[in-house]
């Protein structure tokens, strides 16, 4: 079973802090994570404009939270710095929701602040540091 220390730039994506995750993200700088669009924008469901739209009276309810290392996961111990707004969504332009299989199903979300780096590192260090350990050998 994988440590969450293994992954730091793993989100949970939530539409409330309580809620069930239903998407991951993963972190690729401070203040941008990619997931898939279909996590965003579906048939059933889009997340237009998170400055406006409310859930159970929580304005931008979109939520990436790191430090969890399985869906279920009790998030008492988690703090502010565990716990990020998406502020902005960007969809490939090219997705559409209703075809099954693209290569546009990819989206970037903008969080309010940058994550703390305490708690999740961008995965692009991870390649770097392998990259320089590589390009030295």
């Given at each position: 079973?994988?440590?969450?220390?293994?992954?730091?730039?793993v989100?949970?994506?939530?539409?409330?802090?309580?809620?069930?995750?239903?998407?991951?993200?993963t972190?690729?700088?401070?203040?941008?994570?990619?997931?898939?669009?279909?996590?965003?924008y579906?048939?059933?469901?889009?997340?237009?404009?998170?400055r406006?739209?409310?859930?159970?009276?929580?304005?931008?309810?979109?939520?990436?939270?790191?430090?969890?290392?399985?869906?279920?996961?009790?998030?008492?111990?988690?703090?502010?710095?565990?716990?990020?707004?998406?502020?902005?969504?960007?969809?490939?332009?090219?997705?559409?929701?209703?075809?099954h299989?693209?290569?546009?199903?990819?989206a970037?979300?903008?969080?309010?602040?940058?994550?703390?780096?305490?708690?999740?590192?961008?995965?692009?260090?991870?390649?770097?540091?392998?990259?320089?350990?590589?390009?030295?050998?």
């Amino acid at each position: 079973r994988a440590k969450i220390s293994e992954f730091p730039y793993v989100s949970q994506l939530r539409v409330h802090p309580f809620d069930k995750p239903y998407c991951g993200a993963t972190l690729i700088e401070r203040k941008f994570l990619v997931t898939a669009s279909h996590c965003i924008y579906s048939k059933n469901k889009f997340f237009d404009d998170l400055r406006e739209m409310t859930c159970n009276g929580y304005v931008g309810c979109l939520r990436a939270i790191f430090g969890l290392d399985k869906p279920g996961a009790d998030l008492s111990p988690l703090t502010k710095d565990h716990i990020y707004e998406v502020e902005e969504i960007i969809l490939h332009p090219d997705y559409d929701p209703y075809v099954h299989e693209q290569f546009a199903d990819v989206a970037v979300l903008k969080l309010s602040r940058e994550v703390n780096s305490s708690v999740a590192k961008p995965i692009t260090e991870k390649f770097s540091k392998a990259l320089d350990r590589k390009s030295t050998r």
